[in-house]
């Protein structure tokens, strides 16, 4: 008879390192790590320094106009990933699509390096449901603002992904899959990026595979940055339109140039179902236009809209403060 496998070590350095390949390898349970206080775990934060640090390779690598333009590209082509899919979709279902293009939709969000798409959700709904309470998990009015604009990414109470609170996602294999090896389409990515610039190098353009691949670092960086600017400044910057919410989240112009529509953010705590968040015409959506324009491929279909309701309630507000200016 074959002897037994030896046992992994359990000890929390060890964890924390094969969580940065297998993000659901949580020997101790889910529910053990979100009791846990609100603490930085710097050992499974270390990918996350290693990326903040990697820009500075910009010093050795240069620049061109290819290698920043592409790092500009990048930022939109993953910023309308996290607004119109992580958000949109996987977190509020306001459009539907079929299973095929929701994989690949999985995918794109997976190259913004922002966690798997299902941990996204989970972290998201969660957020909704104690908007701006102490089980917020990033509440600038709770916690202040670099907690809720970066610390509150490298707590272990935050790692886990609850599948229990998501399961209209979780049934999905594929999905799993890639929100469990969350590391695999950003290595993918990279690699990809660094290909392609060794592929220009030798065809006589101005930029090499280091150069595209540091860049592409800049990019992520500064998209997670832009993300994270909902969390930390939504909720303390702008004006509200809705007193119903019950927390303090605003719409802000600057915000919403920032994440392509997501800035109107007391509007979205107002009424989450709509794949609206600039609820009049005046107000700058770009990821619903996005997705207007793509939902005319039939890849997606049956974009929510803001009830009647809403606006009149809209409206019962604005004719409110002008009865108290006048």
Same mark, same amino acid.
């Given at each position: ?47 996350? @320094? &290693?990326?903040? $640090?990697?820009?500075? *390779?910009?010093?050795? =690598? %240069? +620049?061109?106009?290819? /290698? ?115 590391? @695999? &389409?950003?290595? $993918?990515?990279?690699? *990809?990026?660094?290909? =392609? %610039? +060794?592929?220009?190098? /030798? ?124």
């Amino acid at each position: 008879m074959a002897a037994p496998l030896p046992s992994l070590p359990k000890s929390g350095f060890f964890r924390a390192l094969v969580r940065w390949f297998d993000a659901d390898y949580i020997p101790e349970g889910v529910a053990v790590l979100q009791q846990g206080p609100k603490r930085v775990d710097w050992v499974r934060s270390i990918p996350f @320094l &290693i990326l903040h $640090l990697g820009c500075l *390779g910009v010093i050795w =690598v %240069g +620049a061109s106009p290819i /290698a920043v333009w592409t790092a500009v590209g990048l930022y939109f082509f993953r910023m309308f990933a996290i607004t119109g899919f992580l958000h949109r979709y996987f977190s509020h279902k306001t459009y539907s699509t079929s299973r095929a293009f929701q994989f690949v939709m999985a995918i794109w969000t997976g190259t913004a390096v922002q966690r798997g798409a299902l941990w996204w959700a989970c972290t998201h709904r969660h957020h909704h449901l104690h908007s701006d309470e102490e089980e917020d998990k990033h509440s600038p009015v709770v916690d202040g603002f670099w907690w809720s604009h970066i610390g509150w990414i490298t707590s272990k109470k935050n790692f886990p992904t609850d599948y229990s609170k998501i399961t209209d996602l979780a049934k999905y294999p594929e999905l799993v899959f890639l929100n469990r090896f969350d590391i @695999l &389409i950003p290595v $993918l990515a990279g690699g *990809g990026l660094y290909g =392609v %610039g +060794a592929w220009l190098a /030798a065809h006589g353009y101005n930029t090499t595979g280091a150069q595209m691949l540091v860049w592409g670092i800049v990019s992520t960086v500064v998209l997670f940055h832009g993300t994270g600017c909902i969390n930390s400044l939504a909720h303390v910057f702008g004006s509200k339109r809705f007193k119903t919410t019950g927390d303090e989240s605003r719409n802000s112009l600057i915000l919403t140039l920032i994440t392509l529509g997501e800035g109107w953010h007391n509007n979205h705590h107002r009424y989450q179902a709509t794949t609206k968040q600039g609820f009049y015409w005046w107000e700058f959506d770009p990821t619903y236009y996005g997705l207007k324009v793509l939902s005319w491929t039939g890849l997606i279909w049956g974009l929510k809209g803001v009830p009647d309701s809403v606006y009149a309630e809209a409206e019962r507000t604005k004719a409110e403060a002008a009865a108290q200016r006048a």
